[in-house]
């Protein structure tokens, strides 16, 4: 039995889906505005389409509605709640897909987490996240009500190739914006090393937001639209 509460291993990834599935992820404090038990919509829809796991991180009161719509979705063997972790970069690092259907979001800091860890997102337009999310470039943006628009979304990312374009560039830039904009909420700091892991053109960053708390990445190859 894994412990998900505490870091996650490499060993314990290979527990979280089948080997040919498509790993799709979705990390918040599950309260309504994140729509958890949507997610779970999204996911049944994806699923007949792309062979995939949908895997939840974090823990919140609308936890027990998701549990029960896959319940009611028979996804019993499809679904894994992890419950909060103290690091998650393990998770984000061997996703797929990263969806993000918020009603409103500040800033969205899980979406920018998985776009260093070298993922797409699929999120609503809302709030700060068309600051952090390159629609098209780094993912998909799309209304907040646009559910089956995400579903499809979605699908085109997981049955698409990566580019070999990493998301450095990307992701510096979005944090870049936000320090620029002076917005005291989401005032976040880039800190970086100029190392080319293993010759990929993978960088080895950390950013830090104002409580100093950190998330340690390294840039992989992230989807683009053409």
């Not at 998301?167 to 190392?195: H, M, N």
Request: proline share 4%; charged share 25%; net charge negative.
């Amino acid at each position: 039995q894994c412990d998900w509460s505490s870091d996650v291993c490499s060993s314990d990834l290979q527990k979280l889906a089948p080997k040919d599935d498509r790993i799709i992820v979705h990390v918040s404090n599950f309260r309504r505005l994140k729509r958890v038990p949507d997610v779970v919509r999204m996911f049944d829809t994806i699923r007949k389409s792309v062979p995939c796991t949908l895997v939840l991180v974090g823990d919140g009161p609308d936890r027990a509605e998701a549990e029960s719509e896959v319940e009611r979705l028979g996804l019993h063997d499809k679904v894994r709640f992890l419950g909060e972790l103290s690091d998650v970069v393990a998770v984000l690092q061997a996703a797929d897909l990263f969806v993000l259907p918020s009603t409103t979001e500040s800033f969205g800091l899980s979406a920018l987490e998985a776009m260093a860890c070298g993922v797409p997102v699929v999120a609503s337009k809302v709030g700060g996240l068309p600051e952090v999310v390159v629609d098209g470039e780094t993912g998909s943006l799309l209304a907040e009500d646009d559910l089956e628009g995400m579903v499809a979304a979605a699908i085109e990312i997981l049955t698409d190739d990566f580019s070999s374009e990493t998301s450095w560039e990307l992701v510096d830039q979005a944090t870049g914006d936000v320090i620029a904009s002076g917005d005291p909420d989401t005032d976040f700091t880039l800190f970086t090393w100029d190392v080319d892991v293993d010759g990929c053109g993978c960088y080895d960053f950390t950013i830090f937001d104002t409580f100093g708390s950190g998330i340690h990445c390294s840039t992989a190859p992230i989807w683009r639209q053409d």
